[in-house]
């Protein structure tokens, strides 16, 4: 016991798991941009981060969750950042919405008349201003090692989106990304003989910042309509080539 | 997503790419990707362990659930949040119970619009969605090959084939007003498809 208690004695913040890049008081990180081939480039950008202003946070074991938050870059921002807090990112149950408190239980169907206007108004001048300080997402999550960076998927839709009308403008932009291999998976899979292929299996901890966007249940009728109908061309056209 | 465009036409933008692959380049990691909710028939239909080739129609028919799904959930506004509601009928689709998920999905078609409440913004697409919620469960009945003992031959991925079905399919069952609201998007479809004609 007293030897366990001498060795947990000389853990530093990193060994007991904390991400001391994503914990600093200013919230910043430095990430390289992503060029249009979805190569990192050897320069590096800061990117201030909200951890209040949560766009996405699901549940899960440390080395598979992911979590979006609004971010920005110095100058980049569109203007002052907005009160921290400002979006309620509260969650029930569900794995599927964004922002959002999802409740199973049946309510009464209806935009709600006049209130129901009014409130989503508020809603979404409240949307507008938190968009418009912070308007990227910074996601961080634990891809396997073995997939392609989400960053070169991006840069490749946008490539055949230059050609396509149907891709172009419906596809995100990656701007800035890192792995950071340090808090691999790798070393502890190793230790345990988990596999023997040095990739399978292995996560590492990636960042990468793109540019914000809303939740397509924001929309209603024909914006929504046409809006969804994009993005199914969208992921029809490289099938159908 | 979307994207609100200066015009104020807002875009829309297919997102989420960290689980998107290259067929040539396959990743070691065998997790069944995909959203449960949202999963095609045929896919739920071997459950995440049984590994049923991912078909682009899968991909195809997860899409309109999704659609269908935005349509019946209420979206309550508060303040700067939003609180989601669903309808419970859909209730198993978010469980690990595939049956239940299944079940709910081919009962879905025919309460849709009517025991399931359409959300008023997008109740004049009702009929158009209820159709093409429906030919997907449709074509999943038939997959259930009964009384025969022939083998299950494997289904090739064709994709240009499968969505002039849809767009056949689907139109072979719309209500006038459904044809109305799917004119547009038939052109669209069968331009990108590269059959402009007549299906």
Redesign the interface.
């Known amino acids: 016991m007293l030897v366990l208690l001498l060795v947990l004695q000389r853990f530093g913040r990193r060994q007991w798991g904390e991400i001391t890049e994503l914990t600093t008081v200013a919230h910043s990180v430095l990430l390289h941009p992503i060029d249009e081939n979805g190569d990192l480039g050897a320069g590096e950008v800061g990117v201030n981060f909200y951890p209040t202003d949560k766009v996405y946070s699901g549940w899960s074991i440390l080395g598979r969750a992911?979590t979006v938050m609004g971010a920005s870059t110095e100058g980049g921002g569109g203007g002052p950042p907005a009160r921290e807090g400002?979006?309620?990112?509260?969650k029930k149950?569900?794995?599927?919405?964004v922002?959002?408190?999802?409740?199973?239980?049946?309510?009464?169907?209806?935009?709600?008349g006049d209130g129901?206007d009014r409130?989503?108004n508020?809603?979404r001048k409240?949307?507008d201003d938190?968009i418009k300080a912070h308007n990227l997402i910074l996601?961080i999550?634990w891809?396997?090692t073995?997939?392609?960076p989400?960053w070169r998927?991006?840069a490749h839709?946008q490539r055949l989106g230059a050609a396509d009308e149907?891709i172009r403008?419906?596809?995100?932009e990656a701007k800035y990304g890192r792995d950071f291999g340090r808090y691999s998976t790798q070393r502890i899979r190793s230790f345990l003989e988990l596999r023997h292929?040095e990739?399978?299996?292995t996560r590492t901890l990636r960042l990468i910042v793109m540019?914000r966007?809303?939740?397509?249940?924001?929309?209603?009728?024909e914006?929504?309509?046409?809006?969804?109908?994009?993005?199914?061309?969208?992921?029809?056209?490289p099938?159908?080539q | 997503?979307?994207?609100?465009s200066p015009a104020g036409?807002?875009?829309?933008?297919?997102?989420d790419?960290?689980?998107?692959?290259?067929r040539e380049?396959p990743?070691?990691?065998s997790d069944r990707t995909g959203?449960i909710?949202?999963m095609s028939l045929h896919m739920l239909g071997g459950g995440l362990e049984d590994r049923i080739p991912r078909l682009?129609r899968h991909?195809?028919e997860s899409?309109i659930w999704?659609?269908a799904?935005?349509?019946?959930?209420?979206?309550?506004?508060?303040?700067?949040?939003?609180?989601?509601?669903?309808?419970?009928i859909i209730?198993p689709w978010?469980t690990g119970d595939y049956e239940s998920h299944i079940t709910s999905k081919h009962v879905f078609p025919g309460e849709y619009g009517r025991r399931i409440?359409?959300?008023?913004?997008?109740k004049?697409?009702t009929n158009a969605i209820r159709s093409l919620v429906d030919y997907w469960v449709q074509l999943d009945y038939a997959s259930y090959d009964l009384g025969s003992d022939e083998p299950v031959k494997p289904e090739t991925d064709d994709?240009?084939d499968a969505?002039k079905k849809f767009v056949k399919g689907v139109e072979a069952t719309f209500r006038a007003d459904a044809k109305r609201?799917f004119a547009n998007?038939r052109t669209?479809?069968l331009r990108?498809?590269?059959a402009p004609e007549v299906v």
């Open positions: 992911t400002h979006v309620k990112s509260s149950t569900g794995d599927d919405d922002g959002t408190t999802v409740d199973g239980n049946p309510k009464e169907v209806g935009t709600g129901g409130a989503r508020v809603y409240a949307c938190i996601k999550s891809p396997e073995s997939r392609n989400e998927i991006v839709a149907f403008g419906h596809v995100p292929d990739r399978a299996g540019n966007l809303r939740p397509i249940h924001d929309l209603e009728g914006q929504l309509w046409d809006a969804f109908w994009q993005c199914f061309m969208c992921t029809l056209f099938a159908v | 997503m979307y994207n609100p036409k807002p875009e829309g933008v297919l997102n790419y960290d689980l998107a692959s290259w380049h990743t070691t990691n959203t909710p949202f682009y991909d195809a899409f999704v659609l799904y935005i349509t019946v959930v209420n979206v309550e506004y508060k303040d700067c949040s939003v609180k989601i509601s669903r309808p419970r209730d978010f409440p359409i959300t008023d913004p997008h004049r697409y994709p240009k969505l609201e998007v669209l479809l990108a498809i590269g």
